[in-house]
């Protein structure tokens, strides 16, 4: 029984070993599967001796390509951050007139509460002006009735 037991742990130890050699088989197939379709490539740019010559030049053609870009990409930052300062200039210009406009509503309340102010008063003078003129007939009235009396009483 004991003899069992240990031929079992062995089986599965060597069980374990058998798929860790598999799968590392079945990784080594899949690298020599690119390699050769590596070496394939390779080996047709060496028969035709065109081969190097056309990877160099594509590869000076890319970096030409690569410096144009990133001197769009320098001038494109260039162009976004004079759009921000412009956009961060309009918003200030547009916040001042935001005041100005609300100081200048804030001064029309004020001039229309003035002018109601003054035609109630120019309406109370009117009211004075009428009154007086009222008292000064009855001062008058009563200067043309007691007018009379006065030269008698003289």
């Known amino acids: 029984m004991v003899t069992n037991i240990t031929l079992e742990k062995k089986f599965e130890a060597m069980e374990k070993q058998a798929k860790g050699a598999s799968s590392g088989y079945s990784k080594l197939l ?16 060496e028969k035709d001796g065109k081969g190097v010559e056309a990877l160099l030049a594509e590869n000076a053609k890319l970096e030409t390509q690569v410096e144009e870009l990133e001197k769009n990409l320098s001038t494109a930052q ?69 007018a009379d009396a006065k030269k008698k009483a003289l």
Do not use: G
């Open 30 to 45: 899949e690298e020599h599967d690119v390699l050769q379709k590596q070496l394939k490539k390779l080996s047709s740019f």
């Open 78 to 146: 260039t162009q976004v951050e004079s759009v921000k300062k412009q956009a961060d200039n309009q918003s200030t210009a547009y916040m001042k007139l935001l005041d100005d406009v609300a100081s200048k509503d804030a001064k029309a309340e004020e001039l229309k509460t003035a002018q109601s102010t003054i035609s109630d008063l120019k309406s109370q003078l009117a009211e004075l002006t009428k009154e007086r003129d009222n008292l000064k007939t009855q001062i008058q009235d009563y200067d043309f009735m007691f």
